[in-house]
Structure formats: C-alpha cells, structure tokens
C-alpha cells in the first residue's frame, strides 16, 4: 500500500524562490484489471516555499516502492503522489508528470499539477 509516512523533508536551505526537480526512471505499479506490472517513469517538479520542506531523497525512493505491489491505474499514481506530497511539502507549486511504458501499443502520460505551475514548466 502507498505509504506517505515513508516521506521525510527538511528545510530549504535558502529562503529566495529556488525550483527542483527530481526524475525517478524505475517506478513500478501493478495493473488492478490484468494484475500486469506497470512501468514508468515519474517526474516531479516543485517549488519549496519558506515554510514548507524539500523531500529527502531515499524517502522519496522507498515512497515510490511502497507502490509496486499496488493495483492502482496510471491515473491514480500520478494524482496520489501530488496530493501526498502536497501535503508534506507545502509548496509554492507542485507538478508530477508520469509517462508509462507502452502496452498494446499505446503510451500513456498524465500530469498533475497543484498551484500555479509556470508556464515555462508547463510544457514538460
């Protein structure tokens, strides 16, 4: 089962506007109709604000994981890791981007945003 409690942050180490973006190339979910493993790719983009956190690395990782074994469709991925990290983080804005590998011949990319995502970052 997802697990958002795996999540830890820190503070951002300066208060002036600053943008990260962190691509995991290896994530895997399991298709709830076949009971197939999905596999994609996630892209997560955000802005740190003052009083929010960054999310530390291997505990994005094993959030990530916590997900393998998970019946859940594309769509459900991509918008229960923005509303998990929304929560822990607190960010100015927040974007994931997932792209899923091919199946039957037809590629899958779905994107969710939370705030005003800049447009310069619109078009990932």
């Known amino acids: ?71 859940i469709f594309y769509e459900a991925v991509t918008n229960r890791v923005r509303d998990d990290l929304v929560e822990k983080l607190a960010p100015r804005w927040l974007q994931v981007i997932t792209q899923w590998r091919g199946r039957g011949g037809i590629r899958s990319r779905i994107i969710a945003d939370a705030g005003s995502v800049p447009a310069a970052w619109t078009r990932g």
Do not use: W
């Open 1 to 71: 089962m997802p697990d958002p409690a795996l999540l830890e942050t820190f503070p951002p180490p300066v208060d002036t506007p600053f943008l990260i973006e962190h691509v995991n190339e290896e994530f895997t979910s399991v298709c709830p109709k076949t009971g197939h493993p999905d596999f994609g790719r996630i892209t997560l983009r955000y802005e740190p604000s003052p009083t929010g956190g960054c999310v530390e690395l291997k505990s994005l990782k094993l959030y990530y994981q916590s997900f393998r074994d998970e019946g």
